[in-house]
């Protein structure tokens, strides 16, 4: 290095290096940065700010006040929404980290030859629309869907059940089909790195297989469960598309209230308020997931 | 393969093939359910289905409201698609290659949008563009995209760098070439496989984005907008026919970019 810099720069290589060096950040990194800065920081920024002001006679009054947040916390209506919302997200974390993680296992260490043709199965619905992986539980669970008019022709059922849509079980039925990748493929990655040779050492050493899954494959493939369940709280916390399409009226969620405030109630600075809830949350759960993997890691 | 690791494919390995296998019947029926149903003659999605037709992939190709979504769609991709990559590629080497102050905040500020719920991240645009007047137009959609994707682009970007031997730039760096020259003449020629990658991905993810969309699009529609707006009136065949195409364009996309990348790792 030194040979090149003595070449090119011979008064003061250090500081046309140095020099060099910021230049090439700022033309490198500068246009992502304030890219970064006009449509990510501004805006988040400006979520933060309409959520302490308030709506006055049909107009949006600038003055610093704490009004959204009490009402939040006074309005049970408001406090079911955020209840609900994190409810499902639980409940979807929990069942597509079960569900995904057996997967991953199935397909990195028992499917034989099979492998690459399965991981190809694992990519595609992450490649595939949400909005239509939500809208295909719709066709089934349908009160004269598919489901019903199967069970019908089977003759398993002699009239349509009804509990199947609209409720909080469809809610979390659908996130955790649509989530099931999200946790399964970071695992699978995880899987992938850990050494045959250590299974067979836990084997030889006369450990039995469930003893080697819990104490050699699950430490190791912690940081992919971390990763997907991150993923699938965060955004099954915040989807509206779901809720929308195959919620009912006991499963208000945090996200239809926000977009009913941007939209028929035309109160921007509450919505903005329970944005900001939702960023907390979401921020909050990231953190502790990240302990969580550092403290065991 | 020893007595030891037939053990290990025993009994567990027969409960995770049975619960794997479970898991791949969960997530593709409904999508050969749905593209069954695409062919069905009949209206209502019921069993036992009573005739096959092509007719609802037909009605597509008159639909105008759905082409025009469809185009729509593709303009938005076809702006997010270079925006970011030409934003995101210089970044991630840039912040992978260069130690400076604030680096790993500034890391994690890009990949905010992939944890923050797109609905939250498309009103935060909203309300910037209201507060300088800005209307809404396909224009902002791609301005919201481009926050979403650029994060994918640079993730997929770093892991590649980090694979990538440096002293193959500093070799460059060594026989003469600046920066830049290195860069563009030994940097970029090994990150193909990635920036393909990350292009397709982008394109899709732009493609069927729809909660950013919802809060930014003004009177246009893109295609995932037209399936939002018909779906409040139920599910039709002609949506089902549409999802159908969708999947198989999303299964061409990802055997393209599985190819690609395997074909680049060896």
Redesign the interface.
């Known amino acids: 290095m030194a040979v090149q810099e003595g070449l090119t720069a011979p008064s003061s290589p250090e500081r046309t290096r140095l020099w060099s060096q910021t230049g090439i950040l700022v033309l490198f990194l500068g246009p992502a940065a304030a890219y970064a800065l006009i449509f990510l920081i501004l805006p988040y920024a400006s979520v933060f700010r309409f959520s302490v002001w308030a709506v006055e006679n049909y107009g949006i009054h600038q003055e610093l006040t704490a009004a959204n947040y009490l009402r939040i916390a006074e309005n049970p209506l408001y406090r079911a929404a955020i209840r609900n919302s994190l409810l499902v997200a639980g409940i979807v974390t929990t069942a597509s980290v079960v569900i995904g993680y057996a997967l991953a296992v199935y397909i990195a260490f028992f499917s034989g030859r099979g492998q690459s043709a399965l991981f190809f199965l694992l990519v595609i619905p992450l490649w595939t629309s949400f909005l239509l992986r939500a809208f295909i539980w719709r066709m089934i669970l349908g009160r004269q869907g598919i489901l019903n008019s199967a069970l019908l022709w089977v003759g398993v059922v002699d009239k349509p059940i009804d509990v199947l849509l609209f409720n909080m079980f469809s809610v979390c039925l659908t996130l955790t089909y649509v989530f099931i990748p999200f946790v399964a493929l970071p695992v699978y990655a995880a899987l992938e790195k850990i050494p045959k040779d250590l299974i067979e050492a836990s084997m030889d050493l006369g450990g039995s297989a469930w003893v080697t899954f819990r104490r050699i494959i699950i430490p190791l493939s912690l940081p992919g469960v971390v990763t997907g369940a991150i993923f699938t709280f965060c955004l099954s916390f915040g989807d509206f598309v779901t809720p929308t399409l195959l919620g009912g009226p006991d499963v208000l969620m945090v996200s239809s209230v926000i977009i009913n405030q941007f939209g028929a109630s035309f109160d921007w600075p509450m919505g903005s308020a329970l944005a900001v809830i939702v960023i907390v949350i979401v921020a909050t759960g990231v953190a502790l997931a990240t302990q969580l993997e550092r403290r065991n890691g | 393969m020893?007595e030891?690791?037939r053990?290990?494919?025993?009994?567990?390995?027969t409960l995770?093939?049975i619960?794997?296998?479970t898991?791949?019947l969960?997530?593709?029926l409904?999508?050969v359910?749905?593209i069954l149903?695409s062919f069905s003659a009949g209206r209502?999605?019921?069993?036992?289905i009573i005739g096959y037709t092509t007719h609802w992939y037909a009605a597509l190709a008159e639909n105008s409201d759905l082409l025009r979504s469809l185009k729509n769609s593709f303009l938005v991709a076809a702006g997010v698609v270079p925006l970011t990559l030409?934003?995101?590629i210089?970044?991630a080497?840039?912040?992978s290659r260069?130690p400076?102050r604030g680096r790993g905040v500034?890391e994690h500020?890009?990949m905010?949008?992939?944890?923050?719920?797109?609905?939250?991240?498309g009103?935060?645009?909203?309300?910037?563009l209201k507060?300088f007047n800005l209307g809404l137009s396909l224009f902002s959609v791609v301005?919201?995209h481009?926050?979403a994707c650029?994060p994918v682009v640079?993730a997929q970007v770093t892991a590649r760098l980090r694979t990538l031997d440096p002293r193959l730039e500093?070799a460059s760096?060594?026989?003469?070439a600046?920066?830049?020259e290195t860069?563009l003449r030994v940097v970029l020629p090994n990150l193909t496989t990635a920036i393909v990658g990350s292009a397709l991905?982008v394109f899709?993810l732009s493609f069927?984005e729809?909660?950013i969309t919802?809060?930014l699009t003004g009177t246009e529609n893109t295609l995932?907008m037209y399936?939002?707006a018909s779906?409040r009136r139920g599910?039709s065949p002609e949506?089902?026919a549409i999802?159908a195409l969708?999947?198989a364009v999303?299964?061409c996309?990802?055997?393209t970019g599985?190819r690609f990348s395997k074909s680049g790792a060896e």
């Open positions: 020893g030891a690791m053990r290990w494919g025993g009994g567990l390995g995770f093939r619960l794997g296998i898991s791949l969960f997530l593709y409904p999508i359910v749905l149903f209502t999605f019921t069993f036992p030409l934003l995101g210089p970044a080497y840039a912040l260069i400076f500034l500020v890009f905010l949008p992939l944890m923050i719920p797109g609905l939250i991240t009103l935060s645009i909203l309300l910037l507060e301005l919201g481009t926050v650029l640079m500093e760096q060594d026989l003469g600046g920066t830049i860069f991905l899709i069927d729809i909660a919802f809060m995932p399936i939002w779906l599910v949506l089902c999802a969708m999947v999303s299964i996309l990802v055997f599985l």
